[in-house]
């Protein structure tokens, strides 16, 4: 996989030319360097900027894919106001994302925390193994095993809640339970990956500030809080932010289990898009509604762009 | 087999409340597996026994029969051949769509690269659901609706990957490169026969990476496919569990989960550290 040589032999720098040798080589690098990333440049137009073009000019048009669509303006956007299946799905999935965040980076302190101590090997292993793996499972089989766990009838968790004398809910036919159901089906999934995101952070701590803070007579709170946690920031930020915007896209166990509801009470905003999309064919209401998934995750990122900077030049 | 990030080894005092954490740990761990046990010993168990209360952990009696009902219901060889298609299809060509692009922006000076590298970046805050509707009408007009092609095809463009590599390749020297090409090397050899060679553990991180995103993905076949012999595991799975005729039999919805779990649990033993360390270095929460 050999190539002509880009030097050009018998020129010494400085004469005039080696300059028109240089330019030449500057140019032909130019074009080698189209060459390399046009693969990637055609790609991104075909898949990922003119769908986004496309998606924004489908939003001013009504179109159920068959007949000829029809213009309508901003009709689509303000639609998004009054719809309250909309808000509901927004609240929903909201709630669902502030639940997700607070579960994973407290569960997952806490279980890196745990898991960085002088511990049996084996233990040690066990627990890492076990906490991690559900992580690499795919959403699919996820939710079809976690719906027969809480079947009511023969499922695991209801027999065994039942055994330490808890009463378990019909978890997906009742509005009260279903998201908090869900809530612990994606903790199950994906505390893994915070888990080993967070365990990284934490080993980044360095052992002489603790020893130092302990030989300050500092117990292990005050450690944790005013060494641990501060050091470890910029982790605890990333996975936040990360837990945030997968969370908020969250699709497949509703999708999968609950079908949205019972009365629409797991209709997430993706969930939502998805069935106006693909199930009633409202294809310019639908990039609407893409398009406020789209400047959500857009906010979030920006404002951690703009914050995990100020924290570099504060450092 | 290598572990989780280990933690260095620390001698400590033990004290009381060590051993309590320790139980606590223990038991979140058999929580944890618990579905997964029950789950694997649940398929292995013959049909009329299974899903018997206390939960069965121990198949009895045990019987095969679930896992030689699964292609009775559904093409389970060919859903298991089309993912490993898709996933092969989509991981080498992303990898090398990515490497070419990285090198570019690596090692490259052209016009238009800074303009370029943060259009880029910008679209990793396009969700895919946005794109999907005009992709699904691209692929419509294309013709390629319910074929494997439009499962793989929109996958080649991966920015994070560029992104990824790009960095990994700014790590390696640059005098590397001159010293090849007073040699009289060429760019292509520059790239693979050096930056690719050492940027084995990149790489690998990445592949692990893009090969579980395109073997779980659901929402792409969902919208995509429509034939049981074009789908992927993940659909397939769900279509099994649902049905034409009012759903399968647990069990043997239960069968099919472990077949498809269980290679990647013996994967992932077998290569823990390679798993653990590609979702630590690349922080995609997949």
């Not at chain 2, 606590?24 to 929580?31: A, D, E, M, W, Y």
């Not at chain 2, 895919?128 to 509707?133: A, D, E, K, P, Y």
Request: aromatic residues 12%; charged residues 10%.
């Amino acid at each position: 996989m050999t190539a002509a040589p880009t030097t050009v032999p018998g020129t010494a720098p400085g004469t005039p030319a080696a300059s028109t040798a240089r330019r030449r080589r500057r140019r032909r690098q130019t074009w080698t360097a189209y060459a390399f990333v046009s693969p990637a440049v055609v790609l991104f137009a075909i898949f990922i900027v003119g769908p986004f073009v496309y998606a924004i000019g489908l939003s001013l048009y009504a179109w159920d894919l068959l007949t000829p669509a029809r213009f309508v303006g901003l009709e689509n956007f303000s639609r998004l106001f009054d719809d309250p299946m909309l808000a509901k799905s927004l609240i929903t999935t909201f709630l669902f994302a502030l639940a997700s965040v607070v579960t994973h980076i407290v569960g997952g302190l806490l279980l890196a925390i745990g898991v960085n101590r002088a511990m049996n090997r084996a233990l040690s292993y066990f627990v890492r193994t076990a906490v991690f793996f559900p992580f690499l499972i795919s959403w699919a089989a996820v939710s079809l095993l976690w719906k027969y766990v809480l079947d009511p009838t023969f499922g695991l968790m209801t027999y065994y809640l039942g055994v330490i004398g808890i009463d378990a809910p019909s978890w997906f036919s009742d509005p009260t339970w279903s998201l908090p159901a869900i809530i612990g089906i994606d903790f199950w999934h994906t505390i893994g990956f915070t888990f080993v995101i967070l365990l990284a952070g934490l080993q980044t701590v360095p052992n002489t500030l603790v020893e130092a803070a302990r030989t300050d007579g500092a117990n292990s709170l005050r450690v944790f809080w005013h060494v641990t946690v501060p050091t470890m920031s910029p982790t605890l930020f990333f996975a936040t932010v990360i837990t945030f915007i997968g969370a908020f896209q969250i699709f497949e166990p509703m999708q999968i289990i609950t079908n949205g509801g019972p009365d629409d009470s797991t209709t997430s905003i993706v969930m939502y898009l998805y069935e106006n999309a693909f199930q009633s064919f409202q294809v310019g209401y639908a990039s609407a509604i893409a398009l406020v998934v789209f400047v959500v995750i857009m906010t979030v990122t920006v404002v951690q762009f703009w914050l995990s900077k100020r924290w570099v030049h504060e450092q | 087999m290598t572990d989780i990030a280990a933690p260095p080894r620390r001698r400590r005092r033990l004290r009381t409340g060590s051993l309590v954490v320790d139980l606590v740990l223990l038991s979140v761990g058999v929580i944890m597996v618990a579905p997964l046990v029950w789950l694997i010993s649940s398929s292995l168990t013959a049909a009329s026994a299974a899903f018997s209360l206390p939960p069965t952990w121990i198949p009895r009696p045990f019987s095969l029969q679930n896992f030689a009902d699964v292609p009775e219901l559904v093409p389970f060889g060919r859903m298991a051949l089309n993912s490993l298609l898709v996933a092969t299809i989509s991981t080498a060509g992303a990898l090398l769509v990515s490497v070419l692009a990285a090198y570019a922006f690596s090692r490259l000076s052209f016009r238009g690269s800074r303009a370029l590298f943060v259009a880029l970046l910008s679209a990793l805050m396009v969700p895919t659901q946005l794109t999907i509707i005009p992709v699904f009408i691209l692929m419509r007009n294309l013709g390629l609706v319910d074929t494997l092609t439009a499962l793989w095809l929109p996958t080649l463009i991966n920015v994070f990957a560029i992104f990824f590599l790009r960095q990994y390749f700014n790590s390696i020297p640059k005098e590397l490169d001159d010293a090849a090409r007073i040699d009289g090397a060429g760019h292509l050899w520059i790239l693979f026969r050096m930056l690719v060679p050492l940027s084995g553990p990149a790489l690998a991180a990445l592949s692990i990476l893009l090969f579980e995103m395109s073997w779980n993905n659901y929402f792409n076949p969902l919208i995509f496919i429509s034939t049981p012999e074009k789908m992927t595991l993940p659909l397939g799975l769900v279509t099994l569990q649902s049905g034409q005729g009012g759903g399968s039999p647990a069990v043997v919805v239960f069968a099919a989960i472990t077949l498809v779990v269980l290679p990647v649990l013996i994967l992932f033993l077998l290569f823990q550290r390679s798993f653990v360390t590609s979702i630590a270095s690349t922080g995609i929460r997949g």
